[in-house]
């Protein structure tokens, strides 16, 4: 599930991402995002992966390139699973600043990504 968070303004996107995401998640919520996309020449992303199972279909990588030339900072918040795709995330897109902060610093997550 892909679920919109209340933090997210302006050039910042904050999402929890939980559970197996499917298709169907990601089509759900790709109104929101090309509408930020639309607004904003740069993003930052707060990712909060820590109820993250993985993906059911398999060309993730390729569906969540959104944007990926707009990111200059990424958060992700999670566990393991959370710190591989950080790791992936970091070798993947150019230019752009990503971190790995634990479940518990998420205060400390969405600070670091609004600066």
């Known amino acids: 599930m892909l679920q919109w968070l209340p933090e997210s303004d302006g050039d910042l996107i904050c999402l929890k991402?939980?559970?197996r995401v499917s298709d169907a998640d990601?089509?759900?919520?790709?109104?929101?995002?090309?509408?930020?996309?639309?607004?904003?020449?740069?993003l930052r992303l707060?990712?909060?992966?820590?109820?993250?199972?993985?993906?059911?279909?398999a060309q993730a990588?390729?569906?969540f390139s959104f944007g990926r030339d707009?990111?200059?900072?990424?958060?992700?918040?999670?566990?393991?699973?959370?710190?591989d795709l950080a790791a992936l995330a970091e070798v993947t897109l150019n230019?752009?600043?990503?971190?790995?902060f634990d479940t518990d610093d998420k205060n400390?997550?969405?600070?670091?990504?609004?600066?």
């Open 61 to 63: 990588q390729e569906k």
């Open 70 to 83: 707009n990111f200059k900072k990424i958060a992700i918040l999670g566990k393991e699973l959370a710190k």
């Open 26 to 42: 990601y089509r759900a919520i790709l109104p929101q995002l090309d509408a930020v996309l639309s607004s904003q020449s740069s």
């Open 46 to 57: 707060f990712g909060d992966f820590s109820d993250f199972d993985g993906w059911e279909w």
């Open 17 to 19: 991402v939980s559970g």
């Open 95 to 100: 230019d752009t600043e990503v971190q790995f």
């Open 108 to 115: 400390a997550a969405l600070i670091w990504v609004k600066k």
